[in-house]
């Protein structure tokens, strides 16, 4: 059983056309005193909520700021698993 982490901040707004933009700070994995920083926009497809623009940067413990790649995004259909990249 694995323990998801909770950000050490979170804040949101919805912006005019009803999509959400949403900054959060997470604990570094390996390094507990660095920082990950993501801004998300969510929009509402159908019935489920969908990301269509996400930035991540990696802060470490002195100060250095370096933009993360890109997340592949994976889809599932009919109970299967591929990778979209």
């Not at 909770?6 to 604990?27: E, H, I, Y």
Request: hydrophobic content about 30%; aromatic content about 6%; cysteine-free.
């Amino acid at each position: 059983m694995s323990v998801r982490s909770q950000p050490k901040a979170s804040m949101r707004t919805r912006l005019p056309n009803g999509d959400f933009l949403t900054l959060s700070v997470w604990p570094g994995k390996s390094d507990p005193t660095a920082e990950v920083i993501t801004v998300q926009i969510r929009h509402l497809s159908g019935d489920q909520w969908e990301t269509i623009g996400r930035l991540a940067a990696y802060r470490t413990a002195n100060g250095i700021y370096s933009q993360l790649p890109e997340r592949r995004q994976q889809k599932q259909d009919s109970g299967t698993s591929t990778l979209e990249i």
